[in-house]
């Protein structure tokens, strides 16, 4: 983390001195993300909150919901559900306005998790429901595992353990899902490697059979002309 913070710190002070303010709004956020991983919560607020005041002095709503969020996990993370809720649904009527569908998914889980940890099932469930028909929608398979899990555990919470073993299945079907992907994706670099490596030592050894050739034919130009010159020699000393 301390090295995560030196570098955002150096960006942070490069962009100063360039006058970039969409680009120290950002690094003014991920300065912030550093501090509540370190858990000095007081830091991040400070540096979320500065972010925020520059997201909005140079209207990127993209960046303002966002930040919104992240503050709103930060309060979340705090236990203060309150102030949770309330900028996370800031940051999901930006979201709904830019038509923002992966960061909708994210608003709406959020949004969730904090209902289900109030015992309010029933706007938990709604919240999660919203959030698997945007995923759908958008076809992230990581985002439909994700509520996949959520609504397991709402499902869990009220009891209806028949949706919650449904949506646990379709989680671990998902996540299986993903991991064959990734492994094929994983198998298809390897092969683009190997085929790349086995292209280069082919042109390689094609490279190096020229480079004989071309040697065994100085080779042989050379001793052609020592050839001539000995005869020449041999000419001019019979004439003399």
Do not use: C, W
């Not at 709004?25 to 007081?42: F, H």
């Not at 559900?81 to 800031?90: C, F, S």
């Amino acid at each position: 983390m301390d090295k995560a913070l030196e570098f955002y710190t150096k960006s942070y002070e490069l962009r100063v001195q360039l006058k970039k303010k969409g680009e120290i709004a950002q690094t003014l956020n991920n300065i912030g993300s550093v501090y509540k991983q370190m858990k000095n919560y007081e830091k991040a607020h400070e540096y979320f909150d500065k972010s925020l005041v520059m997201m909005k002095e140079v209207g990127n709503k993209r960046g303002i919901s966002y930040v919104l969020n992240n503050i709103g996990s930060l309060y979340k993370t705090q236990g203060d559900m309150v102030n949770a809720l309330k900028y996370h649904l800031q940051s999901l009527k930006l979201r709904q306005e830019m038509q923002d569908k992966n960061g909708l998914t994210f608003s709406y889980l959020n949004i969730g998790e904090i209902y289900l940890s109030q015992k309010n099932t029933s706007k938990a469930l709604e919240n999660y429901l919203k959030a698997m028909a945007v995923s759908k929608e958008i076809g992230s398979p990581e985002n439909i595992k994700n509520v996949d899990m959520a609504l397991t555990n709402v499902y869990k919470l009220t009891g209806n353990h028949k949706l919650a073993m449904e949506n646990f299945e379709a989680y671990i079907q998902m996540r299986a899902s993903i991991t064959n992907l990734e492994t094929q994706k994983a198998t298809i670099t390897q092969q683009t490697q190997y085929e790349f490596e086995k292209k280069k030592v082919i042109e390689d050894e094609k490279h190096a059979a020229e480079l004989k050739i071309q040697d065994e034919k100085a080779k042989a130009d050379k001793n052609r002309q020592n050839v001539i010159i000995a005869s020449v020699s041999v000419v001019l000393l019979l004439v003399a």
